[in-house]
């Protein structure tokens, strides 16, 4: 008997996993993910993975002032790939390599500037985090979650930022709670 998965059991996972069907054997539901990587079938809350990104997070904050370039900067230079949802001369927006709603993309500037994360922004910032801001907002027009979406800003260690380059997530596609965390 084929039917669809409830969005709330694969909230980590792309939009084009959450039709996938599942078979019923006996009590048990085997999940039918042969293309989908093994973080897709992970279901609920799990404290390891919490753990695993405040330790990435605290790792990451030892260098956070350092020049070097970030996985950002690699992505921006096309070094690395990604799948790009928006882009122009001083914004780049991408989809999240490990998505936390259906829709998940990471809006970056450019240049960083200085701007390894929004608490060290000074008023040279101001116009590079309103476009910031402004292509959040079309990046959700894009993906048709104008209506109902969340934008993200993590700064410090404290609230698991892990990559010292400015970046905004905009999260949607699935109700967002309240309080978020």
Not at 106 to 121: H, S, Y
Request: proline letters at 7%.
């Amino acid at each position: 008997m084929a039917a669809t998965i409830p969005f709330s059991l694969l909230r980590n996972c792309s939009p084009l996993k959450l039709a996938t069907p599942f078979a019923r054997r006996g009590s048990n539901f085997n999940l039918l993910l042969p293309l989908q990587p093994r973080s897709c079938y992970r279901l609920g809350f799990s404290t390891h993975a919490t753990n695993n990104e405040e330790a990435a997070a605290k790792a990451a904050a030892v260098n956070f002032d350092s020049e070097a370039p970030t996985i950002f900067d690699k992505i921006i230079n096309k070094e690395i790939p990604s799948s790009i949802v928006y882009e122009d001369e001083k914004v780049l927006a991408f989809r999240d390599i490990n998505p936390q709603a259906p829709v998940h993309v990471l809006v970056i500037p450019k240049f960083r500037d200085g701007l390894t994360q929004l608490g060290k922004a000074d008023s040279r910032h101001g116009e590079i985090l309103g476009q910031l801001l402004y292509a959040a907002k079309i990046v959700a027009e894009k993906e048709g979650i104008v209506d109902g979406f969340r934008v993200v800003i993590n700064n410090g260690p404290s609230a698991c930022q892990s990559v010292y380059h400015l970046h905004l997530h905009v999260l949607g596609g699935r109700q967002m709670n309240w309080p978020p965390g």
